[in-house]
């Protein structure tokens, strides 16, 4: 129990991180205006609602990734113990209003970093 309530917090805390670099950065910034325009903002690393609605609890850091065309930024990591390690990660919206998304991956021994929460703010 004191595990999922530290993945949902830890998720939590890098979608606010997130959130509020993106309120401070998007003032000047203006709304796609075309598909054009929404293809060249995933190039520079934001992350939309439908690639937010792909990633499922389970997949791994590596596939998340591909899904969002970044590796957004590292907010916390942390030893959990009996070899697990929990990573936060915050990753920028698409589009002119401010928001986030939160992941937290979780690592057990030597597999994968995989996806515990996830929360997102659009």
Same mark, same amino acid.
Request: aromatic letters at 4%.
């Given at each position: 129990?004191?595990?999922?309530?530290?993945? #949902? =917090? @830890? *998720?939590?805390? /890098?979608l606010?991180?997130? &959130?509020?670099?993106? !309120? #401070? =950065? @998007? *003032?000047?910034? /203006?709304?796609?205006?075309? &598909?054009?325009a929404? !293809?060249?903002?995933a *190039?520079?690393?934001?992350?939309?609602?439908?690639?937010y609605?792909? !990633?499922k609890?389970?997949?791994?850091?590596t596939k998340?990734h591909?899904i969002?065309?970044t590796?957004?930024?590292?907010?916390?990591?942390?030893s959990?113990?009996?070899?697990?390690v929990?990573?936060?990660?915050?990753?920028?919206?698409c589009?002119?209003?401010p928001g986030?998304?939160?992941?937290?991956?979780?690592k057990k021994?030597?597999?994968s970093?995989?996806?515990a929460?996830?929360?997102?703010?659009?």
């Amino acid at each position: 129990m004191q595990i999922r309530r530290l993945l #949902a =917090t @830890s *998720a939590a805390v /890098a979608l606010t991180s997130t &959130a509020l670099g993106t !309120v #401070a =950065t @998007s *003032a000047g910034a /203006a709304a796609p205006e075309s &598909a054009a325009a929404s !293809v060249s903002a995933a *190039a520079k690393g934001c992350v939309t609602k439908a690639e937010y609605r792909k !990633v499922k609890k389970g997949m791994t850091k590596t596939k998340v990734h591909k899904i969002f065309g970044t590796s957004g930024k590292l907010v916390t990591r942390q030893s959990l113990g009996n070899g697990q390690v929990l990573e936060a990660r915050g990753y920028q919206t698409c589009g002119s209003r401010p928001g986030g998304v939160g992941i937290s991956f979780l690592k057990k021994g030597k597999q994968s970093p995989k996806v515990a929460e996830k929360a997102g703010q659009f």
